[in-house]
């Protein structure tokens, strides 16, 4: 293809609302323009890529036994009532009417619209397995939308859905599902994480995250470099950092802390260490009756270690906060504690509160806590002795790095990553929401198991951008590149062997099956070189009146710090191996 023929429009600065690199590169590059917030045209440079992106799953994905269909991005609200889904996803899924007052939502994800298909055409265990797929536009309506099109609203997602007749064999289909996953990130040439994962509004029983490492990331990744040990820090597993409770050493003081209300704050006071302190973070768990009123409130405390946090996902499994939870406000800490926040503990309590210890705080001994009074906490504060045990032990923190492994094989490490595929295993959340059963070999109803599975297409574009860039700009996989090689030729207006060296070598890439650019526009050669650095094309091959005489052209690939000269016979034979 030449470049007069195409459309390329980089620019030399970013908008202003552009935030991270990926954003401001593929602004930048001319591959994406905004319409409005969280809303982008693909333009012809950035379609490239997301065709290129989904050209390798569908291949993955029908390698893998999927059948691919295609489902309405609107879809009518009754399925959505089925689930329970069309009031409970809140604000994020765009309800509209049509001209007869009827409800539809803009799809963010097609459980239901796939049952619904399951249950009409899947009714006999001889059918089973199946596995469906589609690739299509989601729309999320995101409250503040961000980082270009890694927190867009309107997107395109793969996402496909597996019915099987058993959790045994649907546990095959989800392995089948991981392993198509772990050849199609490979295959981008992207590195990736496959972290065990909470399975969150989407419901289910087994869930991995696949994770593209980016110091950008908006996830924490945590890993065990000694083991295979790999997981999202809101599922990560806190192991107890104390071997067993040690004895009583200090009796219990009235300690004044005046003005210091964090743990770190009243560590230096004390002069003791961080992890001598435990939190206190109180919340409350509403039971509503049938018109959504609140008829009785639950106050909890939470316990953990000075130096640690809460994982808010750990805390919403915990029996009686499940149904949700929030904040306690100043009226109920003032009601149960009788002070302000930051001088919060278990000790001395107006009235009686659900105390949740972390598995550390639970091992403590002589440690540092809210006095329940204005600039006070006491030190040497002791279970059994000076506050009865616990209503519950759990894990309740965010892990850090250097904690023990789960699964005992080393210590953990931390990374950042960006999300950019997921892996469910429902079970029956859906088909029993939707009744969608089939026969057994007794010709007994059984509820279909059930397995989802995305990848945001067009988020990998933003999350290889993030892994992919140096200071000239974007530096793509070759396998989602736009364009595999770019032939810039200098002067080709004056010099007929220039265009002449130039044309054949483009002709001769293409005869290849390579996806080439001849750059005809005439450009300076500066100007014309920051563009595809920019645009990030892995190879690059200069032809100049010059080079010629000398029997030589210039080949750079992206990440090289200069260019090769080498003859204009060989460099074919150079691309074809570095193509291969």
């Keep these: 293809m030449?470049?007069?023929?195409?459309?390329?429009?980089?620019?030399k600065e970013a908008p202003a609302d552009a935030e991270v690199v990926s954003h401001k590169l593929m602004m930048r590059a001319g591959m994406i323009k905004r319409l409005g917030a969280g809303i982008y045209n693909y333009m012809p440079m950035g379609l490239r890529v997301i065709r290129k992106v989904e050209a390798i799953i569908r291949e993955e994905m029908n390698r893998a036994g999927a059948v691919e269909l295609l489902m309405p991005v609107v879809q009518p609200a009754e399925l959505w009532q089925e689930t329970g889904r069309f009031d409970k996803m809140g604000p994020e899924l765009l309800r509209v009417k049509d001209r007869h007052g009827r409800d539809f939502i803009i799809q963010p994800t097609s459980e239901e619209v796939m049952t619904d298909i399951a249950r009409q055409e899947l009714r006999s265990y001889k059918q089973l397995p199946k596995n469906f797929y589609h690739i299509q536009t989601k729309f999320r309506d995101e409250r503040r939308p961000r980082f270009g099109i890694m927190r867009g609203r309107e997107f395109t997602m793969k996402d496909a859905y597996s019915f099987d007749r058993d959790v045994a064999t649907a546990t095959l289909s989800y392995q089948n599902m991981y392993a198509a996953y772990q050849r199609i990130f490979g295959r981008f040439g992207l590195e990736f994480r496959a972290v065990a994962a909470d399975t969150g509004a989407i419901g289910g029983e087994l869930?991995?995250?696949?994770?593209?490492?980016?110091?950008?990331?908006?996830?924490?990744?945590?890993?065990?470099?000694?083991?295979?040990?790999?997981?999202?820090?809101?599922?990560?597993?806190?192991?107890?950092?104390?071997?067993?409770?040690?004895?009583?050493?200090?009796?219990?003081?009235?300690?004044?802390?005046?003005?210091?209300?964090?743990?770190?704050?009243?560590?230096?006071?004390?002069?003791?260490?961080?992890?001598?302190?435990?939190?206190?973070?109180?919340?409350?768990?509403?039971?509503?009756?049938?018109?959504?009123?609140?008829?009785?409130?639950?106050?909890?405390?939470?316990?953990?270690?000075?130096?640690?946090?809460?994982?808010?996902?750990?805390?919403?499994?915990?029996?009686?906060?499940?149904?949700?939870?929030?904040?306690?406000?100043?009226?109920?800490?003032?009601?149960?504690?009788?002070?302000?926040?930051?001088?919060?503990?278990?000790?001395?309590?107006?009235?009686?509160?659900?105390?949740?210890?972390?598995?550390?705080?639970?091992?403590?001994?002589?440690f540092v806590c809210g006095a329940n009074q204005a600039d006070h906490h006491f030190t040497g504060a002791n279970w059994g002795r000076d506050l009865p045990e616990p209503d519950l032990v759990a894990d309740i923190r965010n892990v850090v790095a250097g904690d023990p492994s789960p699964d005992g094989k080393g210590v953990l490490a931390i990374q950042r990553g960006i999300e950019v595929g997921h892996v469910f295993l429902l079970g029956t959340k859906y088909s029993k929401d939707m009744n969608a059963t089939f026969l057994d070999?007794?010709?007994?109803?059984?509820?279909?198991?059930?397995?989802?599975?995305?990848?945001?297409?067009?988020?990998?574009?933003?999350?290889?951008?993030?892994?992919?860039?140096?200071?000239?700009?974007?530096?793509?996989?070759?396998a989602i590149a736009p364009f595999s090689v770019v032939v810039c030729p200098i002067g080709m207006d004056r010099s007929e062997e220039v265009k002449a060296a130039a044309q054949q070598l483009h002709d001769d890439l293409q005869a290849l099956g390579v996806d080439v650019l001849l750059d005809d526009r005439g450009e300076r050669p500066g100007a014309m070189f920051a563009d595809w650095e920019l645009v990030g094309v892995p190879h690059r091959v200069v032809i100049s009146d010059r080079g010629l005489k000398e029997g030589q052209v210039e080949y750079q690939g992206r990440r090289d710090a200069q260019a090769t000269k080498l003859g204009l016979a060989e460099v074919l034979d150079l691309l074809k191996t570095k193509l291969a």
């Design 2 to 11: 030449k470049a007069s023929q195409f459309f390329v429009s980089t620019l």
């Design 207 to 366: 869930s991995h995250e696949f994770q593209v490492i980016a110091d950008t990331g908006e996830d924490a990744i945590v890993y065990c470099p000694t083991s295979d040990y790999a997981a999202n820090i809101e599922l990560a597993e806190g192991l107890a950092l104390l071997a067993a409770r040690g004895a009583a050493t200090q009796d219990l003081t009235l300690s004044p802390t005046p003005g210091k209300s964090t743990c770190e704050d009243v560590a230096a006071l004390l002069g003791l260490p961080l992890t001598q302190t435990v939190k206190s973070l109180v919340l409350a768990s509403d039971e509503l009756d049938q018109d959504g009123a609140i008829v009785k409130t639950t106050i909890w405390l939470l316990l953990l270690r000075g130096d640690h946090d809460l994982n808010e996902v750990k805390a919403g499994k915990i029996e009686g906060l499940k149904n949700g939870f929030r904040f306690a406000t100043a009226a109920e800490i003032e009601e149960h504690f009788g002070s302000k926040p930051g001088y919060l503990g278990p000790i001395k309590l107006l009235k009686p509160v659900k105390v949740v210890a972390d598995r550390t705080v639970a091992l403590m001994s002589d």
């Design 441 to 478: 070999e007794n010709g007994k109803p059984q509820h279909m198991v059930m397995g989802c599975y995305g990848i945001g297409v067009t988020r990998i574009l933003g999350a290889a951008i993030e892994q992919n860039h140096d200071e000239r700009g974007i530096i793509w996989p070759e």
